[in-house]
């Protein structure tokens, strides 16, 4: 079992949907969240951390469930701009591991107009 | 956020050569510096821990002697793909690790390098 699990995709949808991504971690012990997005054949960005308490950084939503080891990143209102592929990324320092950040596969977002 | 430079961004080479990446943190420096690989249409997979002034962590599976790290400054690590061959063509990502102690918990970024794309004949 992959220790960060994503649907790849693609989500194909129109401008202004809202869209959901999901993601599963395995590792209990894990402390850090994050929400990455990748667009094609460049490096991976920084979209914003992901806290317990839940945290929205504009039109984007991101929550935590500790008890069921899922992350879940929503956008709103969908821009064609948003088109890339989104990671789920769990940082398992605390465990040993200090500062390894381990990749979903990516889950990729098609904006259409 | 922080700045960090990946040279060269592509290169072509011959199986058989090496190939040295530089990963340079422009504006902090950094303890610990990351190097990924990714294949198409997969993820990145970490390949080894870069800390300054010693050895690299490398994970499962790496070989330390085929991928040579050396961090020998606070902002400056490099990889070596010793005897690049075909399979080693992929896109390789450095990041460097900023800690941020706050009020609360402390706050781990990593800052991507824009990548160097790795094209072995």
């Known amino acids: 079992r992959k220790e960060v699990e994503q649907d790849p995709g693609p989500f194909n949808v129109p401008e202004g949907a809202t869209v959901a991504f999901n993601c599963t971690y395995s590792?209990?012990?894990?402390?850090?969240f994050f929400w990455y997005r990748q667009d094609c054949r460049k490096e991976p960005k920084l979209l914003m951390s992901?806290?317990?308490s839940g945290n929205e950084d504009g039109r984007f939503t991101a929550q935590l469930n500790r008890a069921s080891q899922y992350i879940s990143l929503l956008i709103r209102d969908s821009k064609l701009s948003d088109s890339a592929t989104y990671l789920c990324?769990?940082?398992?320092?605390?465990?040993?591991?200090?500062?390894?950040?381990?990749f979903g596969q990516g889950t990729t977002l098609q904006v259409k107009p | 956020g922080a700045v960090v430079s990946q040279h060269p961004s592509w290169v072509i080479c011959k199986s058989g050569t090496s190939v040295k990446i530089e990963c340079r943190s422009l504006?902090?420096?950094?303890?610990?510096m990351f190097w990924y690989r990714q294949f198409p249409k997969q993820s990145l997979m970490l390949m080894a821990t870069?800390?300054?002034?010693?050895?690299?962590?490398?994970e499962q599976g790496v070989e330390k002697d085929k991928f040579l790290i050396n961090h020998a400054s606070l902002t400056l690590s490099t990889l070596t793909v010793t005897s690049a061959h075909p399979e080693d063509s992929s896109f390789y990502i450095c990041?460097?690790?900023?800690?941020?102690?706050?009020?609360?918990?402390?706050?781990?970024?990593?800052?991507f390098g824009p990548g160097t794309r790795l094209l072995v004949l």
């Open positions: 990041s460097a690790r900023v800690l941020r102690i706050l009020a609360g918990p402390r706050v781990e970024t990593q800052y």
């Open positions: 990324v769990v940082n398992n320092y605390g465990s040993g591991n200090t500062g390894k950040l381990i």
């Open positions: 590792n209990s012990a894990s402390q850090s």
């Open positions: 992901v806290y317990s």
């Open positions: 504006d902090f420096q950094a303890t610990t």
């Open positions: 870069s800390n300054e002034g010693s050895k690299a962590t490398y």
